[in-house]
């Protein structure tokens, strides 16, 4: 088959403004690269077939990559993510066949959640700031800093083996062919937010903006230097009752106790520049830069209710109600700076991403406790600071002759690091006359200090071998090692009274009760109770080496084929750390030390003229998280619930098979349909562990088994305006659909391995039952879009519309009733119902004095789609956490010089 490749420059530069921008990120996505062809109805484009040497090309429709790849794969171009108006990548994939988005960051691909995906910048694993996650948050990913991403929905032997739902790859801004600079401001707010009444404090004042501290949160001397000795922090052997009360006395107290209320929340704001150039060096050799900076703040506030209860009589009964509000400011500072030198045959690049990402929230919770048999009041302030650096080294040459030799290498250092000091909460009872007093004899509140810090270090190179025959045969080999490092301390204070505090001062307010005055009086005391609900610090380490071999041919006019295989080894710890060298004994389980044979193979036939079929079958694995691993409880705030790791976690192994037709009937136009297949052995599932306190506490556990299985279909087509005054504008319509189930399978015998049981096994029965959804699978996953787009002008109204089905968020707990010899609920499962979203994207390009100009509107969630996850059961039910999310609404202005 013969491809054509001749392409004027006039041809190019209309491809490049035309080529489908695929607000749904469809598997087939047209690229804006020379392997491009314009959309139909384009002005001045002729859409007769084209031909090379009076040889009609077949798969003329077909756009690159997918004519030369035999994968199932998504291309999302920077056209794509310009026209959807998404600000991160997160926001972007939501519109991808098959894959969704939970807690606005964490991707799920055809129903498994996101330890079952990994994401790569430029082919090269990233760390993670998140204390939970080892996989990093896609949220983190300006739009901004990135030239494409590409969804791998089949396995490919040259990507890392830990592959279950998708790999995602990101890359970076390209080395622009001419100079640019654009600069970009914006100003938006929410329904629920802007405006309104919310909650804050003062933190560390205008620095505050920027999502830096300006050291109101630092570790004053006298506690460093505490912290130090490597000895718990009470007054005693190692510390008398006077250098206890001056380390008392050194926390920032006022401005991060005292919450505030404010009538009115800022609006938010956002500021971009993107500029790049390329100059000539020596004779042939040419030298890019390309470099990339944003600014955004923004509020949101969440007014809802929390509840939990358990089952009695049969039917879900709240025991515990409380309302909330929250209110949290997000400021995230991002830059990019790339230099690429290319000479022809050879390229050699380097590039540094730097993200920034802050969130300072102030909560304030209350209501009827069951615990406590009271009203209560909670109250907190919380400040998150993540931060990720990429700086990675590349480099493609190409040798031969006929240029049959490619090799690719890569080397990369990433730092991640979240910085959580200051972690405040406040706990009220409520007297019988209506007023909100602390019970500083229970030790009702708390500052926390956590640091998470993880390194990735790896390298790689990949080779592409034409072999000098006759037949089209490519053999593929290359060989990849990473390296991640992981620690994580949590140290946790509380000002307690002995019983001596006055009884009015149980009345004051925060920063008075805290004052220097009451501990110097002696009635308040420090007590350090770091690691009283598990390991305060863990150290992890993940060392993996793979060596691929794989073989790509053309294998006949019409079929395309792919086999290869991966072998991989790695080495995975997470060591609990007893802080205080006092003999305690932690949970721990033995080094998961593992190698596997990953084979992969891969088939397109091109049947008839611009149609094909793919079929992919290959095995995988996933492995535990170090969050996952670690017996240390943190509060994931996303969720507003406790987590605790388990040291008795194992990996995962999948086998996949996936099949799927192709029809490209126009150019960017197209109709696809495919069916999946997942069997797993051993997935982890989130499961409730019990209560810590007031809060149920989650954990993780290997079920015996699982499929998943379903089907996608994906359509876009354009649509010429039937009316004259509208000129060159076209229609167009995208949709895409998902229906994927799964089933857990439990059979008679099948242990598990939980933290409470410090690896006894137990009934796996009672943790799971047979044949119930895997957690974080929807049902139904659906996106329309429908718009109108002018090519002259860069003008553009999109309408995207989002569907995604229930889905389980954690497992709920099983019992065991002895009178009638059966399991019965203890606990039903967090489900959450992600509903209907609507979004509208407006863009109007236009001069102004010779400037290009362009003016754009966002609305997201038009119609209030709120938050909810719940319990249910026997007709009762109890709301976990629901709110209104409320409309968000950007309007921006950008030049272009």
Do not use: C
Not at 270 to 282: L, P
Not at 340 to 363: A, F, N, S
Request: glycine share 10%; no cysteine; aromatic share 10%.
């Amino acid at each position: 088959m013969k491809l054509n490749t001749a392409r004027s420059g006039l041809f190019l530069a209309i491809a490049s403004l035309l080529a489908p921008h695929g607000a749904l990120a469809q598997d087939a996505t047209s690229e804006a690269a020379p392997s491009e062809q314009p959309a139909p109805g384009a002005p001045g484009v002729d859409d007769t077939a084209t031909e090379l040497d009076a040889v009609q090309v077949r798969g003329e429709f077909i756009p690159q990559p997918m004519l030369t790849s035999s994968a199932v794969m998504t291309h999302v171009s920077k056209e794509d993510l310009d026209r959807q108006g998404d600000s991160t990548v997160a926001d972007a994939l939501v519109r991808v066949a098959g894959l969704s988005v939970s807690q606005g960051k964490y991707v799920y691909v055809r129903g498994l959640n996101e330890r079952y995906s990994s994401a790569l910048l430029n082919n090269t694993p990233l760390p993670s700031p998140e204390p939970l996650k080892r996989v990093v948050p896609l949220d983190l990913f300006p739009t901004n800093v990135l030239d494409t991403v590409e969804i791998l929905k089949t396995y490919s032997v040259r990507y890392p083996g830990e592959f279950g739902g998708g790999t995602i790859n990101l890359t970076s801004a390209v080395v622009p062919e001419a100079p640019f600079l654009t600069v970009k401001a914006g100003i938006g707010g929410n329904s629920e937010t802007t405006g309104q009444p919310g909650l804050t404090y003062y933190g560390g004042g205008d620095s505050d903006f920027f999502g830096y501290d300006d050291g109101t949160r630092k570790m004053s001397p006298e506690l460093q230097d505490a912290l130090a000795t490597g000895k718990r922090i009470t007054p005693g052997r190692d510390f008398t009752t006077g250098q206890v009360q001056d380390i008392a006395r050194s926390f920032t107290n006022a401005p991060l106790n005292l919450l505030q209320t404010t009538d009115n929340v800022n609006p938010d704001y956002e500021y971009e520049i993107s500029g790049g150039n390329a100059f000539d060096v020596g004779s042939g050799s040419r030298l890019g830069v390309v470099a990339t900076a944003a600014l955004k703040n923004k509020w949101r506030t969440e007014v809802g209710i929390q509840q939990d209860g358990a089952v009695e009589g049969g039917s879900m009964a709240v025991q515990s109600n409380y309302d909330f509000l929250s209110t949290t400011n997000n400021a995230t500072v991002n830059g990019l700076f790339g230099v690429t030198l290319d000479m022809e045959d050879h390229t050699i690049g380097l590039m540094t991403m730097y993200v920034h990402d802050t969130d300072k929230e102030t909560r304030s919770k209350e209501g009827y406790s069951l615990l406590t048999g009271d009203n209560i009041r909670d109250d907190t302030t919380r400040w998150f600071e993540r931060e990720l650096i990429n700086t990675q080294l590349t480099g493609k040459h190409v040798f031969g002759e006929f240029r049959d030799l490619t090799i690719d290498w890569r080397a990369a250092h990433s730092r991640a690091s979240l910085d959580a000091p200051y972690e405040k909460g406040f706990r009220y009872r409520e007297d019988e006359f209506g007023n909100w007093f602390h019970d500083a004899s229970q030790a009702q509140n708390y500052t926390r200090f956590s640091e998470v810090n993880e390194r990735v270090d790896s390298a790689g190179v990949d080779a592409a071998w034409r072999l000098p025959i006759e037949m089209d045969l490519y053999l593929n080999f290359g060989a990849a090692w990473s390296d991640t490092g992981r620690d994580a301390v949590t140290r946790e204070f509380r000002l307690l009274s002995l019983g001596n505090l006055p009884y009015p001062n149980y009345y004051q307010r925060p920063d008075f009760l805290l004052s220097d005055y009451n501990i110097s009086q002696g009635y308040l005391t420090l007590r350090e109770t770091t690691g009283g609900t598990g390991a305060a610090a863990y150290d992890g380490s993940l060392e993996t080496r793979a060596l691929y071999l794989e073989a790509e041919s053309q294998l006949t006019g019409n079929i395309r084929a792919t086999v290869g295989v991966r072998y991989e080894d790695a080495s995975q710890e997470v060591t609990p750390i007893d802080l205080f060298d006092t003999g305690q004994t932690l949970p721990t389980a033995a080094p998961l030390e593992n190698d596997y044979f990953l084979p992969a193979a891969t088939v397109t036939w091109n049947f008839a003229d611009n149609q094909q079929l793919r079929f992919g079958a290959s095995k995988t694995i996933a492995r535990p998280q170090f969050r996952e691993l670690a017996p240390q409880q943190y509060l994931d705030l996303d969720a507003d619930r406790l987590v605790i790791g388990n040291p008795f976690l194992v990996d995962s192994e999948l086998v996949n098979l996936d099949a799927r037709y192709e029809w490209y009937f126009n150019r960017g136009e197209y109709l696809s349909a495919g069916l999946f297949y997942k069997d797993i052995d051993k997935p982890v599932e989130v499961v409730l562990n019990g209560r810590s306190g007031s809060s149920w506490q989650q954990s993780f556990i290997n079920a015996p088994g699982a499929v998943v299985y379903g089907l996608e279909l994906d359509f876009r087509k354009y649509y010429a305006t039937p009316f004259d005054w509208m000129g060159d504008s076209r229609f167009f319509v995208a949709a895409n659909y998902t229906y994927s189930d799964s089933e857990v399978r439990v059979d008679d015998g099948d242990v598990a391995y939980t933290l409470a049981g410090n690896g006894r096994p137990q009934p796996a029965s009672e943790l799971v039952a047979d044949g119930s959804r895997l957690q974080g699978q929807s049902e139904h996953l659906a996106n329309v879009q429908l718009g109108i787009e002018d090519p002259a002008t860069g003008s553009q109204a999109t309408l995207l519309i989002g569907y995604a089905s229930e889905r389980i968020n954690a497992r709920g707990i099983q019992g065991f009733d002895p009178a009638t010899g059966s399991t019965t609920v203890v606990q039903p499962d967090y489900v959450q119902d992600p509903g209907t979203t609507v979004d509208l994207v407006l863009k109007k390009g236009f001069d102004l004095w010779d400037t290009r100009m362009e003016l754009g509107f966002e609305a997201r969630n038009i119609f209030n789609q709120e938050f909810a996850e719940y319990q249910s059961y026997g007709g009762g039910r109890a709301d976990v956490m629901r709110y209104d999310l409320g409309t968000s609404y950007m309007l921006s202005l950008s030049a272009s010089f």
